[in-house]
């Protein structure tokens, strides 16, 4: 996760160092006044020059007036699936206030990671963490899955909240405590089930569809592992465009895709890290080492090994990253861009 600390005065520079403490990889911005050189500078108008950091960064911290961020960042926020986590502090560090996309963004949980380190007083307001249970959205995020429909999770979010009992349907362990008042169940006699219990809502978590007389919301698992290799210089467009072709042909739900993998040489390729950022995924690096026990297993190429070191690339790594799990779609080659796709083996213990 890239976190960025944002603060126009003294006071507050100091307290972006402090956080360095717990996180040195914070990166400080601030504007060229002060001596305590930061590691970026940061032009005014604020207004002005802060969008490329809202696409540059998982979670802001504002360092400086509330009222201050909310008309900084309002002309520039798009929607709770894409906007970085924000908080907010005074240059005290009395109060660590989330301020936006507190859930998925992340913002509710650093907020209460950074008060606890400071000793200060955290500031969450979103109903489902005021009343100690636990919003669609956070449980997707917990999970590891994503959410077919926002409005359905909204709803059934607003009767978690208003306290009413959720049927919630599995097909991947829960390996999380839930509120009381979520009832396990499974698929068979839904509409029985949702009269005895008086449900107001489900949570369905599994590639399945499913029909009631209540609102569902439908959670798909993201157990499906890329592993991708490339020509140096490939664009994003055209490994998305790629990386689509492929889920449309063997009929992959590309939502269900938890982690980009490719090969260590090709950690600073543009391409494929902006790929992973659009996906909101990490990018994992295999190393060659690691290619190099498995690579006789899969076809590979004297060209490929002569150039970077190891016979192939997309299918030894998406196998190490799906913790050896089974191939669903075997290496694709198009345009210099290769693709496999790979289902996460559960360790034994799930």
Not at 237 to 252: A, G, M, S
Request: proline share 3%.
């Amino acid at each position: 996760m890239k976190v960025a600390a944002i603060t126009l005065t003294k006071g507050g520079l100091i307290l972006a160092r402090k956080l360095q403490q717990y996180n040195e990889d914070i990166h400080v911005y601030s504007t060229k006044k002060y001596d305590m050189k930061p590691l970026s500078i940061i032009n005014l108008p604020l207004q002005d020059n802060i969008k490329s950091l809202l696409e540059e960064y998982d979670m802001i911290i504002f360092i400086m007036a509330t009222g201050i961020v909310v008309r900084v960042i309002a002309p520039y926020i798009k929607h709770k699936t894409i906007d970085p986590g924000i908080i907010v502090m005074d240059e005290k560090g009395k109060y660590v206030i989330s301020l936006l996309s507190g859930h998925i963004g992340g913002a509710n949980k650093y907020t209460e990671e950074l008060a606890n380190f400071l000793d200060a007083s955290p500031v969450i307001t979103t109903s489902s963490d005021v009343n100690k249970t636990i919003a669609v959205d956070m449980l997707a995020m917990k999970l590891n899955c994503h959410i077919d429909n926002l409005e359905y999770a909204k709803i059934v979010t607003s009767h978690i909240v208003n306290n009413y009992n959720i049927g919630i349907i599995s097909s991947i362990p829960i390996n999380i405590k839930l509120p009381s008042q979520f009832i396990k169940l499974n698929e068979e006699n839904i509409e029985d089930n949702i009269n005895k219990y008086n449900l107001k809502g489900l949570i369905n978590i599994s590639d399945n569809r499913l029909q009631a007389s209540c609102p569902i919301s439908h959670l798909i698992p993201k157990n499906i592992i890329a592993g991708i290799g490339c020509r140096r210089g490939k664009t994003k467009e055209e490994i998305v465009n790629q990386l689509i072709q492929t889920c449309n042909e063997y009929n992959v739900d590309i939502n269900k895709i938890s982690k980009i993998s490719t090969v260590e040489v090709k950690k600073d390729e543009v391409g494929l890290i902006e790929l992973a950022k659009t996906l909101k995924v990490p990018l994992e690096i295999i190393s060659l080492d690691s290619i190099r026990k498995v690579q006789n297993i899969f076809e590979g190429s004297s060209f490929v090994e002569k150039t970077i070191g190891v016979k192939c690339v997309c299918e030894p790594c998406g196998y190490i990253s799906s913790n050896y799990g089974e191939c669903i779609v075997n290496k694709i080659k198009n345009n210099g861009i290769t693709i496999s796709l790979w289902e996460t083996r559960r360790n034994m213990n799930e």
